[in-house]
């Protein structure tokens, strides 16, 4: 599966996918600076990962500036580890 990882946040800039402009990005290296609502949009569904199946805007604005901080930071204050800032695109065939 394709997959799209969070490494971090850009303030004040543009949508790569839907052309918006953001006080908050999130950077990624697949598709650039994308919006928190249009990285949920992008990304598959988990239910063993999330309840609902998808994490919520505002939790991946979080994860943003949280990998924004290295991993070390991550894990000691966060309590994540490994691929917690990996998710599958929706629509990626294996």
């Given at each position: 599966m394709k997959t799209i990882t969070i490494q971090g946040y850009v303030r004040e800039c543009t949508c790569n996918h839907c052309g918006r402009q953001l006080k908050l990005g999130v950077s990624t290296p697949e598709r650039g600076v994308v919006g928190a609502d249009c990285f949920v949009k992008l990304i598959a569904r988990n239910t063993k990962r999330y309840r609902?199946?998808?994490?919520?805007?505002?939790?991946?604005?979080?994860?943003?500036?949280?990998?924004?901080?290295?991993?070390?930071?991550?894990?000691r204050v966060h309590g994540l580890y490994g691929a917690w800032a990996t998710f599958d695109l929706a629509g990626a065939k294996p």
């Amino acid at each position: 599966m394709k997959t799209i990882t969070i490494q971090g946040y850009v303030r004040e800039c543009t949508c790569n996918h839907c052309g918006r402009q953001l006080k908050l990005g999130v950077s990624t290296p697949e598709r650039g600076v994308v919006g928190a609502d249009c990285f949920v949009k992008l990304i598959a569904r988990n239910t063993k990962r999330y309840r609902t199946g998808k994490p919520s805007a505002d939790w991946v604005k979080q994860l943003s500036i949280i990998a924004s901080k290295g991993p070390e930071y991550a894990d000691r204050v966060h309590g994540l580890y490994g691929a917690w800032a990996t998710f599958d695109l929706a629509g990626a065939k294996p």
